[in-house]
């Protein structure tokens, strides 16, 4: 069970204590107009100017498999209208109204080791649903931590930091503009959102003041609508822990961190290879599998997935390349992540090879 940092357990026990009756702070007017605002604090969904408390109707959750993103730290809220919910759906992504805001925040502490001490916000992103369609929106935090603005180009960030291993990282983060948003958070063409799945958020979570189900608490919030109780609701499995099978949790990592490209709907459809959890076929999870182009992002290898070679996988290679023109994913990592690369090669290593 993830425990939130202890700076988010005060204001989710305000969060979870009913505050969505009382007035709504959260300037819907600013959600809603055409032009985005030029300062994160405009939108109210936070009490205080670094953004560390979250306005009535702001609830935190977290997801069992996230997205690796440079070993950073995420800050995860979700904000639905109030009288307003968002749907269940087995599969995909829930169904939010118009008004509702995803909020992730980016952060990196020096050692991140001890994530909770002395962590610094780099970036807020907002997905804001609109009438028309989801919208992407990131916001870079000034030195202060006071204040985030409004970076519609993007930016590249230096960032130092100790890794979870205890090795000294330096990067140039990147904050993505919003042609970038739109190369990850595409299906079929229109702007989605990827981890509020009713599957990765199926986990208890720690409020401070108790732990419930993720499922449970955003109904009891009205934040969700529908849906089976979360034992017959299907779970994503969590990639790091010790007690699920090795498949079951590579193939959570790669729907997590690759599944919203590779997919039938996904800005990688025409290469063929899905990797969401849902695909059962053997060779669109890439076993077998010859490269659509095969070209310098292969290595040299003839499959995608060579069944108990991780070494001739090109999926592997380019997991575990930091080559722009090789790795893969190709945006929102510089980093390889070390640990997520040890999962998959050991599930491609444990898959019996062809006769």
């Known amino acids: 069970m993830r425990v ?42 936070f009490q205080d ?9 702001v609830t935190p959750y977290d997801l069992t498999t996230p997205l690796f993103s440079d070993y950073a730290a995420k800050h995860r809220f979700v ?30 502490a020096p050692d991140m080791r001890r994530p909770a001490v002395d962590e610094r916000y780099v970036e ?10 989801w919208v992407a929106l990131a916001y870079v935090w000034n030195a202060d931590q006071t204040e985030a603005v409004l970076k519609r180009t993007g930016a590249r960030l230096d960032v130092a930091f100790i890794d979870p291993s205890g090795a000294a990282r330096a990067i140039n983060y990147l904050v993505p503009n919003q042609n970038q948003c739109k190369t990850c958070h595409s299906a079929q063409g229109a702007l989605v959102p990827i981890g509020p799945r009713a599957r990765n958020l199926n986990r208890d979570l720690d409020y401070g003041d108790r732990t419930q189900n993720q499922l449970e608490a955003w109904r009891r919030l009205g934040h969700l609508s529908g849906g089976p109780a979360p034992a017959d609701a299907p779970r994503t499995p969590a990639w790091d822990s010790q007690t699920e099978p090795l498949e079951a949790r590579a193939r959570a990592y790669l729907d997590v961190n690759c599944g919203h490209c590779h997919s039938p709907a996904g800005m990688a459809s025409t290469s063929g290879l899905f990797l969401t ?3 059962d076929r053997p060779v669109h999870l890439g076993i077998n599998k010859a490269p659509v182009a095969a070209g310098r992002g292969s290595g040299g290898h003839k499959v995608s997935i060579d069944p108990g070679r991780p070494d001739t996988s090109i999926l592997v290679h380019r997991m575990a390349s930091d ?17 997520g690369l040890a999962l998959v090669a050991a599930y491609v290593e444990s898959l019996t090879p062809a006769p």
Do not use: C, N
């Open 277 to 279: 959890l849902e695909e």
């Open 79 to 108: 904000f639905t209208p109030a009288g307003k919910s968002a749907t269940y759906r087995s599969e995909g992504v829930l169904e939010f109204p118009v008004g509702s805001v995803l909020v992730k925040t980016f952060a990196y």
């Open 49 to 57: 100017p670094g953004a560390r408390t979250p306005s009535p109707g």
């Open 124 to 133: 807020t992103r907002l997905l804001i649903r609109k009438a028309e369609g």
């Open 4 to 45: 939130l940092p202890a700076l988010l357990l005060t204001l989710a026990a305000l969060a979870l204590s009913g505050a969505r009756g009382g007035p709504e702070p959260v300037r819907l007017d600013v959600i809603l107009a055409e032009a985005p605002a030029q300062k994160l604090s405009d939108y109210g969904l």
């Open 323 to 339: 080559d722009p023109g090789v790795m893969m994913p190709e945006l929102g990592r510089s980093l390889v992540h070390a640990e």
